[in-house]
Structure formats: structure tokens, C-alpha cells
């Protein structure tokens, strides 16, 4: 089975940064997606890492160590339209993607 | 036309009825899942299918059963609905990881059901 935790909530101001941080315990592992779901609607895919570091697409990046059970989010110059939730999803060979319970942003000016 | 289609996108009845929760696919994707939402607990696997003769069970399989007809079309049931099955059901449908692919998944738009 797999455990993955990530905060509930976060805040932050419009222009700031802010990290979302996820932990899990797998087995087989084969790869971490992060996803945005926007309330009331479906979950979009924002990234994914498969092997350790860095993977950078415009003001969004991700980290992961495979060692550590590690991966974060990193949300650069917020915007109102950040504020959504963010959802952490591991995969183990041969399985179904699992989510964390997501973490909810709130972004105020 | 979106890719991946969810009927009824919402369904009110009553204990006890059945339902059938419907998901079609124009991605043209070997597997499919079904997901459910709810506050606070995130989204839960209930039944995956990675090709036609193919089905999974998944976190919480209890309550359910799928039926999955054709590439494109994998459906939901839930034989005799209870008021705690009241959620955001998600369909989703993914390539086989590799040769490009990562096989991130693509989410229909959701079937909010409610359980009286």
C-alpha cells in the first residue's frame, strides 16, 4: 500500500512563493505527478518526476527524492489564479495512480 | 467535445436504487479509472482497467462495480445506493507509461451523484 501526506491548507500573498511539500511510502516505485483541481472542477496535471531533481515548467516547479520519500511543489510570482487545491499522486508499477488528500491554497492581494 | 465524456453529470435518487455511472473516451487510451471525491479525503480509486479484459479493484471497491464495454467505454454501478456513496465521481483514462508517455491521467468533467 502507499501513504501519502501533504498539508491540508496554505496560505500566501499575490507575488510570493510557496512550497507544497509531499511525503509517501511505496513500494515499486514509478513516478510522482502533481495535479491542480480548481473548485468544482476536474484535476489537471501540472508535473511529473520519475527520476531525483528538479523539473521546471514556467513559474511551477517540482522536486523529488527518491530516498527520502520527498517531493514538493514550488509555485513562483502567485496569482489569484493559483488558489486552488494542489494534489500529490504517486504510482507503483503495474498500479493505479494513489492521491494524497490534497492541499488547498488560498491566494489574497 | 471533450475528450472524456461523464453521463449523467448529475444525478439525485434514493437508497436502495441502482445507478450507472457512464464514461466514454475519444483519447483513444488503453486504460481507464474511476475515482471518487469527497471533502477532506481527496480522491479515492474505486475500479481501474488498464485494457478490455482488464479490470481492477481499487482502494474502495466496496458498493461497486464496473463493466467495462469497449476501449472507449468504462461504466460505473452502484448496485443499491447508500446516502454515504453521496459524491463527485471522476472518470479518468491514461496512455501505457513510456515511449514519451508518462501516463498522466485525463479527467472527465465529474458525475456529482446524491444518495437520499
Known amino acids: 500500500g502507499q501513504n501519502i501526506d501533504q498539508p491540508t491548507e496554505m496560505t500566501a500573498t499575490e507575488g510570493a512563493i510557496v512550497q507544497i511539500n509531499c511525503t509517501y511510502q511505496t513500494s515499486g516505485f514509478n513516478g510522482l505527478f502533481w495535479y491542480q483541481q480548481h473548485a468544482g472542477e476536474a484535476p489537471t496535471f501540472l508535473s511529473y518526476?520519475?527520476?531525483?531533481g528538479l523539473e521546471e515548467k514556467g513559474r511551477f516547479s517540482s522536486f523529488l527524492s527518491r530516498s527520502k520519500g520527498y517531493s514538493y511543489l514550488l509555485l513562483k510570482e502567485l496569482q489569484m489564479k493559483d488558489s486552488a487545491s494542489y494534489l500529490c499522486?504517486?504510482?507503483?508499477?503495474?498500479?493505479?495512480?494513489?492521491f494524497g488528500k490534497g492541499t488547498t491554497l488560498s491566494v489574497s492581494s | 467535445d471533450a475528450d472524456v465524456t461523464q453521463t449523467p453529470r448529475n444525478r439525485i435518487t434514493k437508497t436502495g436504487k441502482r445507478i450507472m455511472l457512464e464514461c466514454s473516451q475519444t483519447?483513444?487510451?488503453?486504460?481507464m479509472y474511476w475515482y471518487r471525491q469527497d471533502p477532506g479525503l481527496g480522491l479515492r480509486l474505486i475500479y481501474y482497467s488498464f485494457d478490455v479484459k482488464d479490470i481492477n479493484k481499487g482502494e474502495i471497491s466496496d458498493g461497486y462495480s464496473v463493466s467495462r464495454q469497449a476501449q472507449a467505454k468504462f461504466s460505473l454501478s452502484l448496485e443499491s445506493a447508500i446516502p454515504n456513496q453521496t459524491a463527485l465521481y471522476f472518470c479518468?483514462?491514461?496512455?501505457?507509461?513510456?515511449?514519451?508517455?508518462?501516463?498522466?491521467?485525463?479527467f472527465g468533467e465529474g458525475s456529482r451523484l446524491t444518495v437520499l
Open positions: 518526476n520519475v527520476l531525483d
Open positions: 479518468a483514462t491514461s496512455p501505457r507509461p513510456g515511449q514519451g508517455n508518462t501516463g498522466e491521467l485525463f
Open positions: 483519447k483513444g487510451h488503453d486504460r
Open positions: 499522486a504517486v504510482n507503483e508499477a503495474g498500479t493505479a495512480l494513489i
